[in-house]
């Protein structure tokens, strides 16, 4: 018969060493984790279902204001209105303004945008805005994550499927889920040198974005002139199938943008010879050509009310169709009253705020229909609104207004 082991006195010291070894390292771990620097804490109960308006207000007052920034434009997700502070994303009553829950992490937020019904807040680390996080709005509880190497400063965009992170090297594009559907530019580690997504020495100056196609002017190596590069997903995410749009004369720093995107048309804004909206498509054939009286400011803004797609220029709001961006009309100053912002939707009127007030128009043609009057302090950034429920929202500089 076989004699047992016995257990010796070095036995149990090394066994002690051993589990004091993996309980550091366990604590080590957790401390350097995202867990440890993250705070999250979920609604008490699911929102309620949003009541959606059936007729315009008769009238508007300030219901509640909060800080919102770094995000330019109102974020509402399934009915939550989510708003930004620092590091903070919060999930609001859109009436009463009341927090219902709180998400934050131990880095700065470069941008929130809303896909679906999650918050899509994305944070800075050592690699650049590339740590992402999402939040369920009616509820606060996490989704998704991803994290990647990106730009140090990002512009955030959605189409209410998909969402565009676009620096001034690289961009990529998301799904609810938080997969990457595609990329273009520059990586930190070259593992496909021959990718079709890789493009090194570029600067991207202006991205925009469907579920379907990325379009981004990119200012390249010595060359004089800006290019469009369209861009369409395929099997693998960074290698897009791509088709490169001379724009001989434009240079950057014309102000050439990227408006909007739309299923796999473009609509660029090019200053030369005379400032227009061209509608480029997916062959790159300029289908459609829209000038302006001037050019528009630095700081315009798209919004997606519905079926259209509105373009504030500085003074004046266009508006297309969704669908193919065809072009349908202008709204302008008239008189004293000067569109500060673009359109939303409300109870199947365009709202637009304008000097004083909110105009109301009829989306189908852009005949004014009414004007509600709202006290507001003057400032030099644009006034983007948007609607939850019955409440009107206004993004004003660094903060949120809502008004009912």
Known sequence: MVKPERRTKADVLAAAAIAAVVAVAAALIWWNSDARATISRPATGPAPSPRLAREV????????????APTDQPVVVAGTVVTADGRVVQGRDPVTGQVRWTYSRDSDLCGVAGVYRFAVAVYRDDRGCGQVSTIEGPTGTR???????????????SDGTTVLSAGDTRLELWRSDMVRMLSYGEIDARIKPSSKGLHTGCRLTSAAASSSAVSVLEACGRQADLRLALLRPSKEEDEPERRDVAEPGISEGSGARVVAVAETRTAVYLPVPQPRIDVVDESGVTVSSTLLPKPPSASSVVSRPGNLITWWTGDTVMVFDASNLSYRYSIGPAGHSVP????????GKLLIPVTDGVA?????TGVDQGFLPVSRQPGSSPVVPAVAGAQLLEQRG?????LG
Not at 340 to 347: D, I, K, Y
């Open 143 to 157: 989704g998704p994550a991803r994290s990647s190497y990106a730009d140090h400063k990002v512009t955030l965009s």
């Open 360 to 364: 109301i128009c009829d989306p189908a």
């Open 398 to 402: 660094n903060n949120l207004v809502a």
């Open 57 to 68: 207000p008769a009238s508007l007052k300030q219901l509640w204001t909060a800080p919102n």
């Open 340 to 347: 500060l912002g673009p359109a939303t939707l409300m109870a």
